[in-house]
Structures are given as C-alpha cells and as structure tokens.
C-alpha cells in the first residue's frame, strides 16, 4: 500500500513543480541547503537527515516514502551523497533551475570556508603550535582510515562470496603493488559486477 | 594551462567518486598527490583533518582547497564546479529514469557489486595515510625513521573507535591535543 502511495506522488513531478516553483519557493531552496550546508559538520548521512527533515517534515513539501527513493537514488549516482541528495531535491520540486540552486547552496559554504582556511594555511601550518597539533592529528586519521578499511574489508569477506573476496584482493594488490590506476580498477570491478548482475536479472526472469 | 588541468581532474574524479566520503581518499590521492604533485602526503592528510572539523563534504572540501593553492579564486570555481557537473547530469538523467519506469535494480545491482572494489581503494588509502603517519610515506618504512608516537597513538585511537564507538572527528580532536603535547615533551 505504502509503495503504491510513494509511486502516485513520484508520478507527478511535472505538476507539482509547476504550482511551486515561484521565487519564494526557489529562495527557499537556496537557503534552506545554504544554511543545512554550513551548518552541519559530519557529513554524508547527517545532512541528507537534516534535508529531510526539513523538506519532509517542516515544509511537507515531499512524502517521506518519495523522499526514500530520492535518496537511493543519489546514493546510486558518483559524486558526492549531500550533494546529489540536493540536486534531485531541487529537481524534485523546481526543476532543473531547482536543482541548480540547491546545489549552489550547498557548495557554496565548504567552498567559501575552504578558500578561507586555503589562503591562511602556509601561515597556520608553520605556528609551532597548528603544526604540532596537526602532526598529532596525522595519527588520528590513521587510526579512523584502519578502522574504515577494517570495517568495510570486513563487510566484503562476511558474506563468504569467493568472487567478492576476490575481488577485493586483486583490487588491492592491483592498486597497492602494482601501481594501477584507481580509475581502471573501477572500470574492470564495475564491468564484473555488471555482467553478474544481468545475469542474475535473466535467470530470475526465467524462474 | 592550470584551470583546463584542475577542470579536467576534477571532473575526472567526480566521474568516478563512488562510495562516498573516505571511499574515494585513494582515487583523489592518486590525481592531486602522485600525478600532479598540487599537494604532499602530509597535507592531503592535513587537508582530511581539516574537513572532519568544517561542514560540508571531503569532496568538495579538497577540491576548493587544492583550487585556491594552484590557482586563486577562479581555480577553487574551477575545481568544486568540474567536480559536481558530473553528478548533476548524472542525478538528472537517473532522476528521469526513475519517475519514468521507478525501477533501479539493475543500478543497485551493479553498485553492490562493486562494494570489494571501494574495499580495496579505501584499504589502499589506508595503507598510504597510515604510511605517511607512521614513517613519513610506506616507501620509507623501516623500524629506525618510525615515529613511536605516532604508531601509539594511531592504535590506541582505533581501539577506541571500535570498542568505545568514539566517532572519527573526536578521534581526530583529541589525537591532535594529545599528539601535540606527546611531540612538545618527548620531542618530534
């Protein structure tokens, strides 16, 4: 029942955005990503909650079933998961147009605040203090980067798949001892994983 | 020509940045730090540990950082805007897609297909951050250039994250804090 109702309302993105999208709506948009954007530090998943929240919640402006679906699908596309929630936001409700100013907005607050940090760093890095606190640091990101490979490497071998375990092994040694493009590897591991899946697509289809 | 070059690199990396946040560290690592040298080991380390504390995404953080360095103001437009055009088209078309025929099977198919794949870029990642922390880059690695401080700390940080679940910008927050006081005592 719920999927059926989540479909009814994806099917008319044409018609809600044309009632919508006039400049309080679009000011709207902007600023509701400029400031979640500016606002919110842990990345990836915090923001695409505070979106929510926001869109979903507050202005009722997407139900929150659709709002699911939206979110899959940014989480299928390259790029950045924030990012790409907002665009499909803003094109969910606005357009294309819509789509450009969320993304304006939520650029424009890392992109102000690193060009900031960016100009002072040579400065900031040679105070005795900033740089010994950032040399602590370095082991900090290593511990986290040691844990996210753990934790991820052992998704992977959890579901015992030898083809996937495989993978993961020639990917690193690929990239680790021989030195090959990280791009490459992307390419060879995405046509595998596409071939698997429309043959997986087939059989099901001849079950 | 320095904007054609971050323009096409970035749009490059955004091309291909799946996985999300630290997933794509060694694809990013692989462009700004080995081909083009627009930053040493240690600042894209400093350049992570500075996004873990401002809002936004790493992404775009290290494209508008690497943008104002090599080339002002229009290098950080240059940078951040090539690094999200591909995702906009891409989200747009997929968007499209979807309220055409709301099926993503076939996409969420091949993306869980490439989970080992991200696995192995992050573990590379890791390999070459932890590298750089402990020896000053894993090509150097040898017991008399360790830096014990650094190993000490990076093990005792990630047995915090895994069994006291501290989070990654606290980790960083008081590596840093105790780091500095650990090099200020016992010397770097």
């Known amino acids: 029942m719920e999927s059926g109702q989540a479909i009814q309302t994806a099917s008319q993105p044409a018609a809600q955005s044309a009632r919508k999208a006039d400049a309080h709506t679009l000011w709207t948009l902007f600023k509701t990503c400029f400031i979640i954007s500016g606002c919110t530090f842990g990345g990836g998943m915090v923001i695409i909650s505070m979106l929510q929240k926001k869109f979903v919640e507050e202005l009722k402006w997407i139900s929150q079933e659709e709002v699911m679906d939206l979110v899959a699908i940014a989480q299928s596309c390259p790029g950045v998961m924030a990012v790409n929630t907002s665009i499909i936001i803003g094109y969910r409700i606005a357009g294309v147009g819509g789509a450009l100013l969320t993304v304006a907005g939520t650029v424009l607050p890392p992109m102000i605040i690193l060009t900031i940090i960016s100009t002072c760093y040579v400065q900031f890095r040679s105070n005795q203090l900033v740089a010994l606190i950032l040399k602590g640091m370095q082991a900090g990101v290593a511990a986290v980067m040691i844990n996210v490979t753990l934790t991820m490497s052992g998704n992977v071998l959890k579901k015992k798949e030898v083809l996937s375990a495989a993978m993961l092994v020639c990917a690193a040694a690929a990239i680790l001892l021989f030195d090959a493009d990280v791009i490459l590897v992307i390419i060879v591991c995405g046509c595998i994983s596409g071939l698997l899946t429309w043959r997986h697509m087939k059989e099901a289809k001849t079950r | ?188």
């Open chain 2, 1 to 188: 020509m320095i904007y054609l070059e971050l323009i096409k690199t970035f749009f490059i990396i955004g091309m291909f940045s799946f996985g999300g946040g630290l997933a794509n560290m060694e694809l990013i690592r692989s462009r700004v730090v080995a081909d083009h040298s627009w930053l040493t080991n240690t600042e894209f380390t400093d350049i992570i540990s500075i996004s873990e504390m401002t809002p936004g995404p790493l992404g775009i953080n290290i494209a508008s950082f690497v943008g104002t360095r090599t080339a002002g103001i229009p290098g950080t437009l240059a940078a951040t805007l090539a690094y999200v055009a591909p995702a906009m088209v891409i989200v747009l078309i997929m968007a499209r897609v979807y309220y055409k025929y709301r099926n993503l099977d076939a996409v969420k198919g091949v993306l869980n297909g490439l989970h080992p794949a991200v696995a192995a870029m992050v573990l590379a990642a890791a390999v070459k951050i932890v590298g750089n922390a402990w020896w000053g880059g894993i090509e150097q690695a040898a017991p008399a250039n360790t830096d014990g401080i650094a190993v000490v700390l990076a093990l005792i940080f990630l047995v915090l994250l895994q069994k006291k679940k501290l989070g990654p910008v606290q980790s960083i927050l008081l590596s840093g804090v105790s780091g500095a006081v650990c090099y200020y005592f016992i010397g770097v």
